[in-house]
């Protein structure tokens, strides 16, 4: 079974631009997290989906931020713009029940 | 307010020596659960166990155990003759709410080396 993916693995973008970062959840996964860790900082909580709908989206830090999860299977994460603060490892994970999540590799944003 | 706390940031060991990563954590509720999470060098996070707060025995797979202490608020975990595989960065986790459907607050990470 594969699991959880994430795409880009690197991105490097320039104040101001926009990014979008994709994450697919394990197939039948209805509940899928967005979390992100800034340089040296703990992981933090950005947002949950239950299938399509965002569950809790308190962690979501402004409304640069845009997440979205058409149809309930994959999402995006969508920055724009970009600032400098944004740069860090987001992470996403899925769960079939929300009991145990499994996370992806992470996409390392890096903001110039 | 959820809070985990690992105190150790950096930790170095020889080989086949045992070590123990700290967590401690902070909650209101009385229903929570608290994992371990493993980060090798590619990156992605890799669970190893879940507890929930009403089972405080302590669990052994192989050469990992974990005590659950909910008179400390800690949940530690033990590498015994640690190997240079366990190299890697490990995370306390916490969630709260019957489900567990919740989101995770995370600790600050501990990156651990084992030298061979």
């Known amino acids: 079974e594969a699991g959880v993916t994430q795409f880009p693995s690197h991105s490097v973008i320039e104040k101001g631009q926009t990014v979008t970062l994709r994450c697919d959840p394990i197939?039948?996964?209805?509940?899928l997290y967005w979390y992100r860790r800034v340089m040296g900082k703990e992981i933090k909580f950005l947002l949950h989906f239950v299938k399509e709908s965002k569950q809790d989206e308190s962690g979501m830090p402004n409304n640069r931020f845009l997440a979205e999860r058409t149809g309930g299977t994959y999402s995006t994460l969508k920055v724009q713009p970009a600032e400098l603060e944004d740069s860090g490892v987001y992470f996403c994970a899925s769960s079939p029940e929300g009991m145990d999540q499994y996370f992806g590799p992470g996409t390392r944003l890096l903001v110039l | 307010a959820q809070k985990v706390t690992q105190a150790q940031t950096e930790i170095s060991v020889v080989e086949k020596e045992d070590v123990t990563l700290d967590c401690v954590y902070e909650t209101r509720d009385t229903t929570y659960y608290l994992f371990w999470y493993k980060q090798p060098p590619s990156g992605e996070l890799v669970f190893l166990i879940r507890?929930?707060?009403?089972?405080?025995q302590n669990e052994i797979s192989g050469r990992y155990s974990w005590n659950f202490q909910k008179s400390t608020s800690s949940f530690n975990f033990t590498i015994t003759a640690s190997q240079v595989v366990d190299s890697a960065v490990y995370f306390c986790a916490l969630s709260e709410g019957i489900q567990g459907a919740q989101k995770l607050v995370f600790g600050q990470g501990t990156r651990l080396t084992i030298n061979p």
């Open positions: 507890r929930n707060s009403f089972d405080e």
């Open positions: 197939s039948g996964h209805d509940n």
